[in-house]
């Protein structure tokens, strides 16, 4: 080991590489003795300790959290151009600005850059501005020179756009505020430290250095006491060949379905036996311990031997131990370790994960995010302009979502069993009066942890945080690393929280911040009875492509780099006006996004010592196809004679021949196999027949039709049927079935034709009860019009207020937002409208029995089966002669009698009844009509054309429902027949779907029908 050059001081580019730095250095019997090894930010945060003025580093989530606010204030004014007086906008994409009324008012503008599918908030670009400029003489000139009025182009503020100043003037604000609150930007302390730092020798080695940036040169060159070496980062320059002896292969599964079982398969392949696992060897914590050290932001470490080297371990780290046998880097490694790790475990093998997770994705942070969804009130605000209905503006029920009070209540942070939360679920769906602040009471008051997180969602409150952490610490149901991932991102909400107080904002603002951060997270899993942790290093370890590359090279037998498409990594840096602004004070960018991704593949094809696999999905998840990111084509390129050429590679694989060795290939064909992740023959657990469709079988035939219990609670055995179930059959056999037998119904209590016409109904047949009743007179009459009026707006006024009162079962009609309130006025309306009609329908019959129960209590017989229902309305004049009425809010074509003449049977519930009635009140029906209320007034049905004259039924077409040329008891027996015919066939199990008219299937609940028609 080569100990001749010695530093006092060692920086990483990052904690996470320093880590590994001292790692290495230690397998490889390196003294880090008295040398600091740490990332730049830390080394630097601990000299302001030593050597500065008492002010603490201001954090990147205070910084956010400031701005923000500043910019908040900067609606009243900061922002705005003096010239002008309007408010800034910057364009990021070309470096344009201009200047638009109202843009920081609707949310901070937007500032959208060329690679960019999100806009920046002008907080948000005015810190990316201020953690690279601040410290820097030019951007100090400029901040200053902004908030002392001087304009754009002037002093410094030459190439700054009128636009950009007010930028920078907000800018100048939050330094302000910074230093009240004692804190101060790294980079401001930077430009402080070389006056505050003791001028003696330091040895200073910048490894694995990415390109210095101007605060860091500038630094540097104030300290000549320094000396300064600096080893750039291999790889800037672009990829190079594999290094010898390490075979380099190509995977491509087709889609995303065979993506995770084809990386199953390579982790699989390179492992070999379980057996084999000893191969893989032990010297590194595993990766749980790893990550965890890993997670904070401050990693330096300082030894008290001045006499260590660092450089052996430069020569030395091939030689030290591997963090796995295999390394796979991924874009997002805690979804590949779920579908994979399962798989792998299955068949012997240890996995890790190191990576991390949104805070919104881990389990804490969906639970919270659902709840403060719920809970804030302003979320669905504003008022939407709907053509009919006019400006509408959200009602409280409608501000609130219950799907996020049921998400919160099935996460593992509502201390609720899962049947408690369906059962929360299922009745405040089945309740449109749930009110939030009712289920907020009730569940304060029975859950506390509930309480504990309603406090934490709104208010941000400590103790409640604290409540929530020894809930998480009780979960001991759970793994330690699920409790680490929650506990973490607790903590980093409790971070933002503490920004957004300290910059004065709400919990909007700790929320936004939150969701937009990032936590560590890590798993082992190992076969049962193999303790995983103990093992030292995994099987196969998965993690991002970042940490990956800091394993440093020989760290595993096997690295697979996957995702390597140009979606997952884009070569261009995002064009935002924060980099604009930086230009034109002269601000050069430091780094580029293609060089560090050209760095990270270096250190990736340096990892493996056996073998190199580079993945890359042919198609992305809406089947287009993708392509090689650009450092996977640079590769290529270095095992290809003419890169200028393009034969060679003119292939799905975009590879010469020579590459196309020992290619991996996976197709999404194999479904079953894909998604079991192994090829290996499902072992047959059960053999179970396809389900009969289009036929009840023969030992569920009886339960066609249930028993029914009659009134007075006698229970009737033989098959009872109502009209309208008859009816329904005829229009679909499966639909009947699924309608009425496996009801289909939606668990949210609804608002809709089956509300509004039971509504009717029910107004209606009071509407007649009160009419004899109170006034004496069974009929409307155009002269008793303005009494029947006062009467139905009476009646109207009473079922209204009746509603609340019902149960859910009675299809209460409960408005919940203004447009369903209109609704309600407009179907109002309608009935008012209708008495109108009425006073010209059937002027001598008179309304004598409503709502009547054609089986009084019992069952009556008809088309040789029991039969039961309630007719809407009989009619009677003074002959002994009979109209069935039925009510219909709409009415097709297909009430009319005509349709017969198709060779189909059409309506027939007011015929059964009709049939009914002849036989058990001894009346002559002469009319079975549907008569419609709604907004086009108008009669269906059929009737006796030498009874009723045609005037006394308005608005029908006579021709298609009048029956002259037979009796119309004719009409009747003959329904009552193919009635008969059609009840066989069910009680024969016949569910064969069979749409009368392609009108059945419009609101057929039965979505994959193949009988569906229209
Ligand atoms: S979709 Fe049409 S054919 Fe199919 S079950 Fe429904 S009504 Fe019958």
């Not at 002010?55 to 204030?73: G, M, Q």
Request: hydrophobic content about 40%.
């Amino acid at each position: 080991m080569d100990t001749s050059i010695a530093y006092d001081v060692v920086l990483l580019p990052d904690t996470d590489r320093a880590v590994a730095y001292r790692k290495r250095a230690a397998d490889s019997g390196c003294s880090l003795m008295g040398v600091t090894v740490a990332g730049f930010g830390a080394w630097v945060r601990d000299l302001w300790e030593l050597y500065g003025d008492g002010r603490t580093f201001v954090s990147r989530l205070e910084r956010e959290a400031l701005l923000r606010a500043a910019c908040e204030r900067a609606a009243d004014g900061d922002c705005v151009d003096p010239e002008s007086d309007k408010r800034a906008q910057l364009d990021g994409a070309s470096g344009r600005c201009g200047l638009a009324e109202g843009c920081i008012a609707e949310g901070a503008c937007a500032l959208v850059g060329n690679g960019e599918t999100e806009a920046l908030g002008l907080d948000r670009v005015a810190a990316a501005c201020v953690a690279a400029g601040v410290g820097l003489p030019a951007f100090d000139a400029a901040v200053r020179d902004a908030c002392q009025g001087v304009l754009a182009g002037a002093g410094a503020l030459e190439g700054v756009t009128r636009a950009e100043v007010p930028v920078l003037r907000m800018i100048g604000g939050y330094l302000d505020r910074l230093a009240q609150l004692e804190l101060i930007e790294p980079g401001q302390a930077l430009a402080l430290l070389p006056e505050l730092l003791p001028q003696r020798p330091l040895r200073v080695l910048l490894e694995d250095a990415a390109p210095l940036t101007p605060g860091h040169e500038a630094f540097f060159s104030a300290c000549p006491w320094m000396g300064v070496e600096v080893r750039a980062a291999s790889g800037s320059q672009g990829p190079v060949r594999a290094p010898e002896g390490v075979r380099v292969r190509f995977a491509f599964p087709s889609g995303q379905y065979a993506w995770p079982a084809l990386l199953a398969d390579i982790a699989r392949d390179a492992l070999g036996a379980a057996a084999d696992r000893g191969a893989a060897p032990a010297a590194v914590a595993a990766p749980a311990a790893a990550a965890g050290s890993a997670a904070g932001d401050d990693g330096a470490s300082s030894c008290e031997d001045a006499s260590g080297s660092a450089d052996g371990y430069r020569d030395g780290r091939s030689a030290g131990a591997q963090a796995a046998a295999v390394v796979v880097a991924a874009k997002d490694p805690a979804v590949l370790f779920g579908r994979v790790a399962p798989a792998l475990v299955r068949q012997g093998h240890v996995a890790a994960l190191r990576g991390r997770r949104r805070f919104a994705d881990t389990a804490f942070g969906r639970a919270i995010c659902s709840l403060r969804r719920f809970l804030d009130e302003g979320q669905a605000g504003g008022v939407a302009h709907i053509e009919g209905y006019g400006d509408i503006a959200p009602t409280d029920v409608e501000r609130w979502d219950r799907a996020d009070l049921a998400d919160w209540a099935l996460s593992p942070f509502s201390g609720m069993t899962k049947k408690a939360a369906f059962k929360l679920d299922a009745d405040m769906r089945a309740d449109r009066t749930a009110r939030r602040s009712d289920l907020c009471a009730r569940l304060r008051a029975d859950n506390p942890m509930f309480a504990a997180m309603e406090r934490l969602a709104l208010q941000l409150d400590a103790q409640a945080a604290a409540e929530l952490e020894a809930a998480v610490r009780r979960m001991t149901n759970r793994s330690e690393a699920w409790r680490a991932e929650q506990l973490a991102a607790l903590r980093a909400l409790q971070r933002a929280a503490d920004a957004a107080k300290l910059a004065g904002l709400g919990a909007d603002a700790a929320f936004d911040q939150a969701k937009r951060l990032k936590v560590n997270v890590s798993r082992i899993v190992a076969p049962r009875g193999c303790d995983g942790a103990a093992l030292g290093a995994p099987d196969v370890l998965m993690t991002d492509q970042n940490t990956a590359a800091s394993l440093g090279s020989g760290s595993c037998r096997v690295l697979v780099a996957t995702d390597l498409t140009s979606a997952a990594y884009p070569a261009a840096d995002p064009e935002d006006a924060s980099r604009v602004l930086l230009e034109h004070l002269g601000v050069k960018r430091a780094d580029s996004a293609l060089a560090r991704m050209r760095r990270a593949f270096f250190a990736l094809e340096h990892a493996a010592t056996d073998q190199l696999i580079l993945e890359r999905c042919l198609n992305d998840s809406s089947a287009d196809p993708t392509y090689p990111c650009v450092v996977l084509e640079e590769f290529v390129d270095c095992y290809r004679d003419d890169p200028t050429a393009t034969e060679d590679i003119d292939n799905p694989y975009s590879l010469p021949e020579r590459l196309q060795d020992g290619m991996l290939l996976r197709g999404e064909d194999a479904l079953c196999a894909n998604d079991a992740l192994s090829d290996a023959p499902a072992p047959e657990a059960a053999r179970i027949e396809p389900p009969l469709t289009g036929a009840v079988s023969s030992e569920a035939r009886s339960l066609v039709v249930l028993p029914r219990v009659l009134q007075g609670g006698q229970v009737l055995d033989e098959p009872c049927l109502s009209p309208s179930q008859i009816e329904s059959y005829l229009e679909c056999p499966y639909k009947w079935f699924a309608q009425r037998r496996l009801r289909l119904d939606d668990l949210d209590e609804g608002f809709g034709p089956l509300e509004m016409g039971d509504f009717a109904h029910n107004a209606l047949h009071s509407f007649y009860k009160h009419m004899s009743e109170d006034l004496g007179e069974a009929k409307v009459t155009p002269q008793l019009l303005p009494q029947a009026r006062k009467l139905m707006a009476d009646v109207l006024a009473r079922h209204k207020a009746l509603q609340p009162h019902l149960r859910q079962s009675e299809n209460r009609l409960i408005p919940t937002s203004q447009v369903e309130h209109r609704e309600l006025a407009e179907l109002e309306r309608k009935l008012m409208d209708y008495l109108d009609f009425e006073a010209e329908l059937l002027p001598t019959f008179a309304p004598k029995y409503l709502e009547y129960d054609v089986a009084c209590g019992g069952a009556v017989d008809y088309a040789g089966h029991k039969l039961l229902g309630t007719a809407d309305r009989i009619d009677v004049d003074g002959e002994g002669r009979c109209a069935i009425i039925d009510y219909k809010g709409s009415i097709s074509g297909s009430y009319a009698l005509g349709v017969r003449e198709e060779g189909r049977l059409g309506k027939v519930q007011a015929l059964i009844y009709a049939q009914v009635v002849r036989r058990t009140l001894g009346l002559e029906p002469v009319g079975a009509l549907y008569v419609c209320y709604g907004r086009r007034k108008m009669i269906s049905g059929a009737y006796d054309g030498r009874v009723i004259e045609n005037a006394h039924l308005p608005n029908m077409r006579h021709k298609d429902c009048m029956c002259a040329d037979r009796p119309f008891s004719d009409v009747l027996d003959e329904t009552e027949e193919a009635v008969a015919a059609a009840l066989e066939r069910m009680l024969a199990g016949d569910i064969r779907p069979r749409p009368e008219t392609p009108e059945a299937c419009k609101w057929c609940p039965v979505s994959s029908c193949s009988e569906r028609r229209g």
